[in-house]
């Protein structure tokens, strides 16, 4: 079994900055992919970025140029590093990883509050 333990969420002014970790652990055979959704009230979950084994990136149109994902192997940890956060940037955040043996598994969510 695999669990996900997300933090670093919170309130924050617009314009401000917040880092996101979540740390994967267990029964952990290889990690692919890792990285982040968001999901607020009434929407669909969205991808936020994610990041590959060799660190290829990828982001959402609406969070480039903003957000920064890096992941540490050794920690199985992935990161979201977000700064000129904006107040539409407010949601859950879900961090997820897909493993080797091509199984996903979820975090439990962090609250992101951006205030105009």
């Known amino acids: 079994q695999v669990q996900l333990v997300e933090s670093g969420g919170g309130l924050v002014q617009a314009g401000g900055s917040l880092r996101l970790s979540c740390a994967a652990s267990?029964?952990?055979?290889?990690?692919?992919?890792m990285g982040w959704y968001r999901q607020t009230p009434g929407k669909q979950r969205e991808l936020v970025a994610a990041?590959?084994?060799?660190?290829?990136?990828n982001y959402a149109d609406s969070v480039k140029g903003r957000f920064t994902i890096s992941r540490d192997n050794a920690k199985n940890t992935v990161y979201l590093e977000m700064n000129s956060l904006k107040p539409e940037d407010t949601a859950v955040y879900y961090c997820?990883?897909?493993?080797?043996?091509?199984?996903?598994?979820w975090g439990q969510g962090t609250q992101v509050t951006v205030s105009s």
């Open positions: 997820y990883v897909i493993t080797v043996l091509t199984t996903t598994h």
């Open positions: 267990g029964s952990i055979f290889g990690i692919k992919s």
């Open positions: 990041i590959s084994t060799d660190r290829t990136t």
